[in-house]
């Protein structure tokens, strides 16, 4: 019975733990917006883990962000590998290197950046 006692009561410290690292680290309303800015070059290598990494971030809510992937000089392959991202991830913007300064300009009705 204490065995019992014992594992509920470091399941529920462990279940404690993680919620109030998660609410310390998630974003207060009102904050700007926040881009993760991903200048992507030659066959985007790397690209589809930074990704992962970044899709991970945003399901455990430990931050909201706009991702936008930069042509830095991609390759035919390097441009399709980001499309197929893309078709993957609607919320995934691409650009190129000369129109980063416009799509972080853009604003629409609802306060947040998109294209």
């Known amino acids: 019975m204490e065995l019992l006692w014992i594992l509920l ?3 529920l410290l462990l279940f404690l733990n993680q919620w109030i690292f998660t609410h310390l680290l998630r974003p207060t309303a009102g904050t700007l917006p926040v881009f993760a800015v991903l ?3 030659g066959d985007a290598e790397g690209l589809e883990q930074t990704l992962r990494h970044l899709d991970w971030l945003r399901r455990e809510k430990f ?3 706009t991702i936008l992937v930069v ?3 991609l390759t035919p392959d390097g441009q399709g590998t980001v499309q197929a ?3 993957r991830d609607s919320t995934l913007l691409f650009c190129p290197a000369e129109e980063v300064s416009l799509i972080l300009k853009r604003k629409n009705d609802h306060g947040y950046f998109s294209l």
């Open 63 to 65: 931050s909201r962000f």
């Open 71 to 73: 042509d830095a000089g």
């Open 9 to 11: 009561a470091a399941f």
């Open 85 to 87: 991202l893309g078709r």
């Open 39 to 41: 200048p992507v070059t």
